[in-house]
């Protein structure tokens, strides 16, 4: 008979302590509930008075939750350290965010980013546009990801409580259901800044005892016992298909091609949300700046020690399988061995790393309904279905529709099934689409038509990719990544240059409201000279170098001094100093 009861018990100051951290994080939840309900700014954006240190821990608390440690140890599992290029490589990404995005974002003023639509585009297409990502994007791409996220959180509640997917999903859709509907962005955002210390706490603590497992031997140990391509940061240049997959493609397509929830070429989803959020300019770049710096050089090294340790400690499916009989089997993958490594947790401190498991969950699913709703509110209910009601009328909606998007998001988690595969389909959905999202803030031609166009292929040719493999046709990812992305392309690039244009009267207000930088905007600045930009688009590029510089300097400096590798820490370091003193100097040249 298969034992029922779960190996992992947890003792009453384990539970004190998840008590306590549910009772704190939902004190702002309350706090702000009247002024949450004022209207839809507030309920959305925060009043657009978040300063920068909230808005980029929010971004950063939003960006881990419980699949984030599981993928990567699915990652360091299957391909070692050097398979999280795979997501390294968007830190290009964010960077341009910071320094050439972010302004014009909250020059633009709008409550959404899907509202940027209907002032950057012109007709009947721009408002289609806009509807139907709200719908595309609000309702079934955000409860895809939610889904995942809900995945995570499943497999973990089977590993330390033996509870079955349903029980799991019912618990943490009524918390994050009564928390999101009522406290709006700022209580959203207070919460970030509340959970995100709770969850990194945990997640060092998670890697501390985790080589103080006999089987691991502390850090020397593990790095004696892991086999050296397993640990090494670069992938071994011999093996050609890895070495494309997970560096030279990351590096030279994906970043710029395509687009992921909080990692979008040129910002947006969540993201925008809380750039818009933000009180000035400056804490807008300044707060994005702060989320990629924690993001990509903070928290990765934890989470690799701990998925190297369960190398380790479960070699193999079966041996989390034998060690966890009452585990379902179809949730057995490898980015449960993370869950698994907190049986090693003494009583207090698993308290601890649940509290911040769920506070990560938590803080990841509220800013997704949130986000979501905020698409189908404002920028569907309210501007195509019922535009004359009153804010309050609104905000009811919006809690009303935050219950229903989790309600959703729970029953689309049924149809996935590890961590790896839901960030795979994900990305497919998006491929091709990113160098689009870059260029419409600097090329005035780009039409509601061309996003219509990448949108529609990109989704047709992910299809027809994921259909072939249901049917047992064995194609790369790099294949399908590569046609995704040259498909698209060329099909929104066509459209944007034999297509009809953007109405001149609504280039020239667009390009007063936000004056971006570069030639692109040549002929209508002609037509604006008094509205000349401040920016500099050279500028800009050589920020962008010195920030990724900086960043990566300090990840690999990390690992460097995690390996004992000394010279390179030292190499590192400089490199670290050097380029964080001149990104700092070129955020500073910004104007407040």
Known sequence: MTNTIPVIHFARIDWVIIALSIVVSFLPALFFFKRAGRDTSEFFTSGRAAPWWLVGISMVATTFSTDTPNLVTNLVRQGGVAANWLWWSFLLTGMLTVFLYASLWRRSGVLTDLEFYEIR?????????????????????????????????????????????????????????????????????????????????????????ALQQPEVGGLSGLLSHVPAQKLALLPDFGDWPTTLAVLVLPMTVMWWSVWYPGSEPGGGSYIAQRMLAARS?????????????????????????????????????SDIAAAYPYVDRHLIGDDIAYPAMMRFLPAGFLGFVVAGTLAAYRSTVETHLNWGTSYLVHDFYRRFLRPDQSERHYVLVGRLVTAGLMLVAALTTYLLGTAREAFSLILSIGAG????????????????????????SSFLVAVGFFIARKMGYEIPETLSLLTSVAVTTAVWVTVTVCGPT?????????????????????????????????????????????????????????????????????????????????????????RA
């Open 502 to 590: 953007t109405d001149p009267g609504t280039l020239e207000r667009f390009y007063q409201l936000t004056r971006p930088a570069g030639p692109g905007w040549a002929v209508i600045r002609a037509r604006t000279p008094a509205t000349g930009s401040g920016d500099s688009l050279a500028q800009g590029l050589l920020a962008w170098v010195f920030a990724c510089t900086f960043v990566y300097s300090a990840l690999f400096g990390t690992g460097s001094w995690l390996y004992g590798r000394m010279p390179q820490f030292w190499l590192c370091l400089a490199l670290s100093l050097l380029s964080g003193v001149a990104t700092w100097r070129s955020l500073q040249r910004h």
């Open 433 to 456: 689409t990113g160098l689009l999202y870059l260029m419409r803030w600097y090329w005035w031609r780009i039409t509601a038509w061309s996003e219509i166009s990448a949108m529609l």
């Open 121 to 209: 585009y012109s007709g009947p297409a721009a408002r289609g546009l806009r509807a139907f990502r709200a719908v595309f994007l609000g309702l079934f791409f955000n409860c895809m990801i939610i889904a995942a996220v809900n995945l995570s959180a499943a497999k973990i509640g089977n590993v330390l409580l033996g509870w079955p997917m349903s029980q799991t999903l019912l618990v943490c859709a009524v918390m994050t259901i009564f928390f999101a509907s009522v406290s709006g962005l700022w209580g959203v955002l207070v919460t970030d800044s509340l959970q995100f210390g709770i969850t990194m706490s945990g997640t060092f603590a998670m890697a501390y005892f």
């Open 281 to 317: 300019e400056r804490d807008s770049m300044t707060g994005t700046l702060l989320f990629q710096m924690l993001h990509y050089a903070l928290r990765p090294w934890p989470w690799i020690l701990v998925a190297l340790a369960s190398m380790l400690i479960y070699p193999n499916l």
